[in-house]
């Protein structure tokens, strides 16, 4: 079946420096989605892709869609410490979404 | 404009019995997915309803049911209940279409002893 693999698991951050996190999957995906759980919190939606290659930006939040649409990324530049959460991406091959497992930023002031 | 809301926020059961979860959606939504969260562990998926059906199904036993009312609210039942089965569920709903984004409750947190 359809495997979502998010890579670091966990990521130690200063307040100021960046945090890149990674998502492959197994198989071609339809779109791929973005999370942000709060701990203690529900998953929040943060944002979709569908097009091969596509890029979108949120303020200091930068999301990516590889070619092949197996992989993609999501890159926050300046960290701050309101950014602490788990960041999960959940992608699509048929109708069912797939979540990976998470990777969890730590903010340090 | 209420988001997602779930009951109830925590539960207690023990093994074997049965336990029935709910959920009303976000208003204008009228799709309703179920999800599974073991500690440190993404969402699962077990099953989305829309128009009071069950159109998809994750890799979960019989033993996970669940309904859809004419209101778009929905129950997720579980019977037979395991130690497994700790766990958070969450319910998101949206608006019908491929894959649209999900808003998630605050989520039911079950605690089988």
């Known amino acids: 079946g359809q495997q979502v693999m998010q890579i670091p698991q966990y990521q130690h951050v200063q307040e100021g420096e960046d945090f890149t996190t990674y998502c492959n999957s197994s198989?071609?995906?339809?779109?791929i989605q973005w999370y942000k759980q709060r701990p203690g919190g529900h998953p929040v939606f943060l944002i979709q892709?569908?097009?091969?290659?596509e890029v979108k930006k949120q303020k200091r939040l930068t999301f990516q869609f590889g070619e092949a649409k197996k992989n993609s990324s999501l890159h926050i530049t300046a960290t701050q410490t309101t950014d602490v959460g788990t960041y999960f991406c959940?992608?699509?091959?048929?109708?069912?979404?797939?979540f990976g497992r998470g990777t969890s930023l730590i903010v340090h002031p | 404009d209420a988001g997602v809301t779930q009951s109830p926020t925590h539960l207690i059961k023990t093994r074997g019995q049965q336990v029935t979860l709910r959920c009303s959606p976000k208003s204008g939504h009228d799709t309703v997915s179920w999800y599974q969260q073991a500690l440190g562990q993404g969402p699962q998926f077990i099953f989305q309803y829309y128009e009071e059906e069950e159109r998809q199904r994750g890799n979960f036993p019989d033993r996970f049911s669940g309904h859809q009312f004419p209101n778009y609210s929905s129950e997720l039942n579980v019977n037979a209940l395991l130690l497994g089965d700790s766990a958070l569920y969450l319910c998101?709903?949206?608006?019908?279409?491929?894959?649209?984004?999900?808003?998630f409750g605050d989520g039911t947190r079950l605690s089988i002893l």
């Open positions: 959940a992608g699509a091959e048929s109708y069912i979404p797939t």
């Open positions: 998101a709903s949206s608006r019908r279409g491929v894959l649209q984004p999900q808003h």
């Open positions: 198989t071609t995906l339809s779109n």
């Open positions: 892709l569908v097009k091969s290659g």
